[in-house]
């Protein structure tokens, strides 16, 4: 069954408004989780790492600003796209690590984003 | 240079035909390799991952490791039309950061 959850799995929003992803991970603690986006036909890229207790790690050309994390628990992290635009329509996609950060990667299932 | 290359697809095999997928990294120090497979609209699923040199066999797939040549390969064989969907190769860093390749894109003809 599933070890990661994501919710929503879907989201359709209007230009300017926020938008909040949570990924959850499922009997089993994570203090590192994994935010991706991918586009259409395109690999997954990494946007940044989830630390519980600590900042988010961003990978380059990720505007943290725009792309809000918080690791509020050691099974929650949650990642919020502020003043959405057209262009951050994409597949979000969060993973987890079972067994700490070196094991393998569960992928939640992804949330779809449309940005009107 | 890519970190991670996948052989260019589409891949098209019969169906009960061995494919096969290749994968290079760039990463020397690299530890653990992985591969998944992504249904199209569909978050990636892992299939198999494999830490030391040389074979590692689940069912009908093969993962084949060769560190001196930075090379991971996954054999499917006797392919089904259920096998169909794009394979990602994931190389895992020391600090535990993941990185794909583009992915190849498999199809199984029946």
């Known amino acids: 069954g599933a070890v990661v959850s994501q919710h929503p799995s879907w989201v359709i929003c209007k230009s300017g408004t926020s938008v909040k992803i949570e990924c959850r991970s499922l009997d089993f603690q994570a203090t590192t989780m994994f935010w991706y986006r991918q586009f259409p036909k395109q690999s997954l890229m990494l946007m940044a790492t989830s630390n519980e207790g600590s900042k988010a790690t961003y990978e380059q050309g990720v505007e943290k600003d725009k792309f809000l994390i918080n690791h509020a628990s050691l099974t929650l992290s949650t990642l919020t796209v502020t003043s959405a635009h057209p262009e951050d329509s994409s597949f979000y996609i969060c993973s987890a690590p079972r067994g700490g950060p070196s094991e393998t990667q569960y992928f939640g299932p992804g949330t779809r984003l449309l940005v009107l | 240079q890519k970190e991670v290359e996948q052989n260019s697809g589409p891949l098209s095999v019969p169906e009960g035909a061995i494919a096969s997928l290749n994968c290079t990294y760039s990463d020397r120090g690299s530890q653990s390799f992985f591969w998944y497979r992504q249904y199209s609209g569909k978050s990636p699923e892992l299939i198999m991952f494999i830490y030391s040199n040389g074979d590692k066999e689940d069912g009908r797939f093969t993962a084949q490791l060769n560190k001196a040549s930075q090379y991971v390969s996954l054999l499917i064989r006797d392919s089904q039309p259920s096998d169909s969907a794009t394979y990602l190769c994931?190389?895992?860093?020391?600090?535990?950061?993941?990185?794909f390749g583009d992915g190849t894109t498999l199809t199984v003809k029946p």
């Open positions: 994931a190389v895992m860093s020391n600090a535990g950061k993941s990185t």
